[in-house]
């Protein structure tokens, strides 16, 4: 068997995204052991990386072993007992893998569902939450990786208080991307993923937990159904001065994860949320000058992940395919109901970068022009020169 030579690719998919030699380096260290003194100082300096990026003070903030579904499995599994009532947002592919994962704790979903591409409107949760009290919590997507929609979190938190639920938020393609104030807007339990914003490879997931939500987690009525997530057992190793066996570590996943956070801090938060939303507003002033249009109303639009829907002449697959094969860009398609009707293009922590989007602009342009659906050649890149060089200021 020969060696396994990666292609050279632009990863401007819904994850992942691409990752910065540091970060590459970073994985190639030697192992040490788990609950070497040294690896211990790693996880106390991830802890507290991770509760800048979050925006929050919470003492459990941890990174779960695993991709970002681990880190809504575990978000869920050790707050939801059976019986128990959960709203639940739907609007997309994220959503409904959250009802389904309350569903297989026994809990009780009480569905919000709105069309793809719409976010859930605050009042539409109130009355959700006036009408179900008591509820344990309130699930919502923060960043809906397959539809591009942004939903607005701060105003929930104070419904949430109101009604006594905890609210679980996935801040999976949002966390590294744009703000997320754990502490400010309310969050009782928010993850995310390695892979997204915070540009590092798949396999953990960043989880915080507020004292509240602590508190449920230590009164159960049962044990969590989940062994491998259970937050009680697994505190034991991320809190210090304790650092009990659970399970091994994943060790170079971690040590990545720490350059990683290392380059957000060196960048700032406020600088990296510009350059997203810089990055993502050239590109869809590109796209809609080759003639897509984008999923989400404009002002619910994310900076992380585009979404536009693509006209009945443009071969939807066709085109990803040769971004593919001829320009190393890897895009994503549709999921579910979308399937072949959007193009999913995520501009997230690396990758987004104004190299990258003239990139993909120009690769898009010239295949349409070969397959005839590009008629003014140039425009795109006019439109996205355009705002770079400071037009149409928001
Ligand atoms: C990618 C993603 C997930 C799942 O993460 P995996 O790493 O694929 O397990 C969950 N929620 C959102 C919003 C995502 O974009």
Not at 287 to 305: C, F, I, K, Y
């Amino acid at each position: 068997m020969k060696n396994f030579l990666a292609p050279r690719r632009l990863l401007l998919g819904p994850g992942p995204s691409n990752v910065h030699p540091r970060v590459l380096q970073a994985l190639a260290t030697p192992l040490v052991g788990h609950l070497d003194p040294t690896f211990l100082n790693v996880m106390n300096d991830i802890q507290a990386l991770l509760r800048r990026v979050f925006s929050t003070t919470n003492q459990f903030t941890i990174a779960v072993s695993g991709t970002g579904s681990a880190g809504m499995e575990a978000a869920v599994v050790n707050v939801v007992e059976p019986g128990d009532a959960v709203i639940v947002g739907i609007n997309g592919v994220f959503g409904t893998r959250l009802a389904a994962i309350v569903e297989r704790c026994g809990g009780k979903v009480i569905r919000v569902e709105v069309p793809w591409g719409q976010v859930i409107e605050p009042d539409t949760i109130a009355a959700a939450l006036r009408q179900s009290s008591p509820v344990k919590a309130l699930a919502l997507v923060h960043a809906e990786t397959s539809t591009g929609a942004w939903q607005p979190l701060e105003p929930i938190s104070a419904l949430c208080r109101q009604y006594n639920a905890l609210l679980i938020v996935d801040a999976v393609t949002s966390l590294g991307g744009i703000p997320v104030e754990v502490d400010r807007w309310g969050m009782d339990i928010c993850y995310s993923a390695t892979q997204k914003c915070l540009s590092c490879p798949p396999g953990l997931a960043p989880l915080t937990l507020s004292e509240r939500a602590l508190s449920i987690v230590k009164n159960r009525r049962s044990p969590c159904q989940s062994w491998y997530f259970d937050l009680s057992l697994i505190a034991a190793y991320w809190t210090e001065h304790n650092r009990a066996y659970h399970h091994t570590a994943p060790i170079s996943m971690l040590y990545a994860l720490r350059e990683a956070l290392r380059l957000i801090e060196e960048e700032g938060l406020p600088a990296r949320f510009a350059r997203h939303q810089l990055n993502s507003r050239a590109l869809l002033a590109g796209l809609m000058a080759l003639g897509l249009d984008q999923l989400p109303p404009s002002d619910r639009q994310l900076p992380t992940l585009i979404c536009v829907t693509i006209p009945a002449h443009i071969d939807e697959a066709a085109v990803r395919s040769q971004l593919l094969e001829l320009f190393g860009i890897e895009i994503g398609g549709g999921l579910g109901p979308l399937k072949g009707k959007v193009w999913r293009i995520g501009l997230m922590g690396e990758s987004s970068t104004e190299a990258n989007v003239l990139t993909l602009l120009n690769a898009m342009e010239e295949i349409g022009i070969r397959s005839e659906w590009v008629s003014t050649p140039g425009a795109a890149l006019q439109a996205a020169a355009h705002i770079y060089s400071g037009g149409d200021k928001v």
